[in-house]
């Protein structure tokens, strides 16, 4: 009996590559202790894309902020300008952060699900963080050990935006995991700290309270710092937790 299992677990390895049109194909999962054979069906779901929907509108409006955010940082640490403008960007920043709650949330709320909306969300988040990354990189609030962080971010996220692409041409979708969307907002509350950076601390040091670490780096740029290292770690493991999802994919394939 036992060879006979064997045997056809052998035969089904040497087909597991095949697709004919749209029909399913058997994979073989021998990972654990008892060996099983499972269906698996490409993701071929399709949606609409709803162009014009608020929850796509909401993540329009986060891709807009992009450029704003980059030109006010650029316009105060490269152009020397004043110091409040760290506060403007501040702000625009947390209204686009706002908006990577909401438009998911409007979009389950009232049924406005999209096609569109599924590519943009990730890009989206990805392009907030990156420049706001390298503009905070350019003026040196991120600097020292703590540049290894940014670079460990954008790393995972170049790295699981390939592997998602590579996935898509075999009609394979990644979900996007919960701990997933946690890392997404620490990297947010992070940057959001170190936006405000300079003008934050000198804020924090008029109301008396001229907490610093032994660099001289003041309170809310540390806490920024600490933020940007557990987002670090945290973004380390979600990039293996896809990398491992997608990983018998890319073998099979």
């Given at each position: 009996m036992a060879d006979q299992v064997e045997g056809a677990i052998n035969d089904l390895r040497q087909h597991r590559d095949?697709?004919?049109?749209?029909?399913?194909?058997?994979?073989?999962?021998?990972?654990?202790?008892?060996?099983?054979?499972?269906?698996?069906?490409?993701?071929?779901?399709?949606?609409p894309a709803r162009p014009l929907g608020l929850a796509n509108l909401l993540t329009y409006g986060r891709?807009?902020?992009?450029?704003?955010?980059?030109g006010i940082m650029y316009g105060q640490s490269v152009l020397e300008g004043p110091l409040?403008?760290?506060?403007?960007?501040?702000?625009?920043?947390?209204?686009?952060?706002?908006?990577?709650f909401f438009d998911g949330y409007v979009a389950r709320m009232w049924s406005q699900q999209?096609?569109?909306?599924?590519?943009?969300?990730?890009?989206?988040?990805?392009?907030?963080v990156a420049?706001?990354?390298?503009?905070l990189a350019v003026d040196e609030t991120i600097k020292g050990p703590s540049l290894?962080?940014?670079?460990?971010i954008l790393c995972r996220e170049i790295l699981v935006s390939g592997m998602r692409e590579y996935l898509a041409e075999l009609r394979v979708r990644l979900q996007v995991t919960q701990l997933a969307k946690w890392k997404t907002t620490l990297q947010l509350v992070?940057?959001?700290?170190?936006?405000?950076?300079?003008?934050?601390?000198?804020?924090?040091?008029s109301l008396g309270l001229k907490a610093s670490a032994p660099d001289g780096t003041g309170v809310v740029t540390l806490i920024g710092i600490i933020l940007l290292w557990l987002s670090a770690v945290l973004t380390l493991y979600t990039g293996?937790?896809?990398?491992?999802?997608?990983?018998?994919?890319?073998?099979?394939?």
């Open positions: 095949c697709w004919v049109g749209e029909q399913p194909r058997w994979t073989v999962d021998d990972g654990g202790p008892g060996v099983f054979l499972r269906l698996m069906k490409a993701d071929t779901t399709t949606m891709i807009a902020a992009v450029p704003v955010v980059v409040w403008l760290r506060w403007v960007a501040l702000a625009v920043f947390i209204v686009a952060g706002i908006t990577d999209s096609s569109l909306g599924r590519m943009l969300d990730p890009i989206a988040d990805k392009l907030l420049s706001c990354l390298l503009m290894l962080a940014a670079v460990i992070a940057i959001g700290f170190l936006i405000a950076g300079e003008a934050g601390d000198r804020g924090f040091a293996w937790d896809y990398m491992r999802a997608g990983l018998h994919h890319l073998v099979d394939e």
